[in-house]
C-alpha cells in the first residue's frame, strides 16, 4: 500500500484544520493507521491512531480533545481534523499504517508504511 498525505497549510492559532491520507489499496480496511508528526529539531511524535475497519482509538495527551483521527475504508482515506489549533502544533504531519494494530501503536518504528508528510503551520 502507498499512502498519500494532504490537506497541510497555514493557520490562525484558534482555527482548524482537516488532514487526509489516501491510501493506494482497497484493503486498506485490514490496516491500522495513524499518524504522527515532526517539528524541526525534535523526533518524530505520535498524534493519534486508529484500529483497523472502524476500530479502537488512541490520542496523544498533547491534542486529546481537539483532534478527532477517523476512516472512510470506501473511500480508502484516513482523516485527522484539528481544531482549537496552537502554535506547538506547527510540525510536518505524516500518516503511517500497518497491517494490524500493536500495542506499541504510538511507536513510529511500528509502521512500515508511510505518507510523504504535509506541513501545519499555526501562527500566534
Known amino acids: 500500500v502507498q499512502l498519500q498525505a494532504s490537506g497541510g497549510g497555514l493557520v490562525q492559532a484558534g482555527g482548524s484544520l482537516r488532514l487526509s491520507c489516501a491510501a493506494s489499496?482497497?484493503?486498506?480496511?485490514?490496516?491500522?493507521v495513524a499518524w504522527f508528526r515532526q517539528a524541526p529539531g525534535k523526533e518524530r511524535e505520535f498524534v493519534a491512531a486508529?484500529?483497523?475497519?472502524?476500530?479502537?482509538?488512541r490520542y496523544s495527551d498533547s491534542v486529546k480533545g481537539r483532534f478527532t483521527i477517523s476512516r472512510d475504508n470506501a473511500k480508502n482515506t484516513v482523516y485527522l481534523d484539528m481544531s482549537s489549533l496552537k502554535p506547538e502544533d506547527t510540525a510536518l504531519y505524516y500518516c503511517?499504517?500497518?497491517?494490524?494494530?500493536?500495542?506499541?501503536?504510538?511507536?513510529?518504528?511500528?509502521?512500515?508504511?508511510w505518507g510523504q508528510g504535509t506541513l501545519v503551520t499555526v501562527s500566534s
Open positions: 503511517a499504517a500497518r497491517s494490524y494494530w500493536t500495542v506499541n501503536y504510538y511507536s513510529p518504528a511500528e509502521y512500515h508504511v
Open positions: 489499496e482497497r484493503t486498506f480496511s485490514i490496516y491500522a
Open positions: 486508529k484500529r483497523e475497519s472502524n476500530g479502537a482509538t
